[in-house]
């Protein structure tokens, strides 16, 4: 008997040893979503990253067969929006659609960040990519990038450069251009890229790093000069805008991507169905052409290449801040 009862435990024990290795099966998302999806945009309405959130999820509503409730949560730079995000629910029913800046830059500059950006929050597709503009008042009496750099160096500290939150991508694109181009240029931080743009118009600021959307009218008004763009290519909406890199300035190149990110631990079909609503959007000519005459890019990449890109750019953000000591600055 008791040589039975051991030969059977045996035979449980493998049983539950083959049962334990084999493989999981992977669930699907069910009948997610089964509500409404809540979209946290980091920034004030009315501002680049807010405009891309609402073309993209509207557009994406019926693919996704649900609707994407934009909620704008600004402050800290950005970062007020990204913790909450980060210490939410992984249901897939809580997304952060974001620039660069709480995801890849903040974590260099104090306070520290009350989330890891790398541990806590995790890709699901970019949604845009918008190239930066340079841009000045009209009665600062320069016309090209040479005339700005030229009257920087004879004015040093002087010029007035606004960016939005300090240790954000367009206070790093400043100072990598101080940097490369050897100009002291004073940033000027505002909590809000619309607040900054006001004040561009009234005179009160020099000059900036913009995308396209919320200054078009300006520039096609002649209110507002753009006097380079930051784009490996000429924009579609800004032809006649040469590149940094036409003019000689190639270390200037870059675009900024807007995306949406989720909690970690979201399980991987809500994200892969996600993922797919949204690449949708590649297909939609009409929506497409509209983004690029509004100055930016449609490109609906994937999880995997998404989170690529974030971490390029972990470390080309990081190089800025270490080259420059900027960390200490803040």
């Known amino acids: 008997m008791h040589i039975e009862a051991w030969l059977r435990d045996c035979a449980f024990g493998v049983l539950l040893s083959l049962v334990i290795s084999l493989p999981v099966v992977a669930e699907d998302a069910g009948d ?79 306070p520290k960040l009350d989330y890891d950006p790398a541990q806590d929050l995790q890709p699901v597709v970019n949604g845009m990519f918008q190239p930066a503009v340079l841009v000045v008042r009209p009665s600062l009496g320069v016309k090209s990038v040479d005339e700005f750099v030229a009257y920087a160096k004879k004015n040093p500290g002087k010029l007035s450069f606004g960016v939005q939150g300090i240790g954000g991508e367009m206070h790093l694109s400043l100072e990598h251009f101080k940097k490369t181009a050897g100009v002291d240029i004073t940033p000027v931080p505002y909590n809000a890229g619309t607040q900054a743009i006001v004040d561009l118009l009234a005179d009160r600021l020099d000059a900036m790093f913009l995308v396209v959307p919320p200054i078009k009218a300006h520039l096609e008004s002649g209110k507002l000069i753009a006097l380079a763009t930051l784009n490996a290519k000429r924009i579609e909406a800004l032809s006649n805008v040469p590149t940094m890199a036409e003019l000689g300035r190639n270390e200037m190149t870059g675009t900024i991507w807007f995306g949406y990110l989720a909690p970690a631990k979201t399980p991987k079909p809500i994200i892969d169905k996600l993922a797919r609503a949204f690449g949708q959007l590649r297909s939609d000519a009409d929506l497409s052409k509209r983004v690029a005459e509004m100055g930016s890019e449609l490109a609906p990449i994937g999880p995997a290449e998404f989170g690529k890109l974030i971490e390029s750019d972990r470390k080309r953000y990081g190089q800025i801040v270490r080259d420059g000591n900027l960390a200490a600055q803040k």
Do not use: C, H, M, W
Not at 53 to 59: G, M
Not at 99 to 110: D, I, L, N, R
């Open 32 to 110: 997610y979503p089964n509500r409404p999806i809540r979209v946290i945009v980091p920034v004030g309405a009315g501002a680049g990253i807010d405009n891309a959130a609402r073309i993209t999820a509207a557009a994406a509503e019926k693919y996704i067969g649900q609707k994407f409730i934009i909620e704008n949560k600004p402050g800290a730079s950005q970062r007020l929006g990204a913790s909450l995000v980060a210490r939410s629910a992984p249901d897939g029913y809580t997304l952060l659609f974001t620039s660069p800046s709480p995801v890849v830059v903040q974590e260099f500059f104090p």
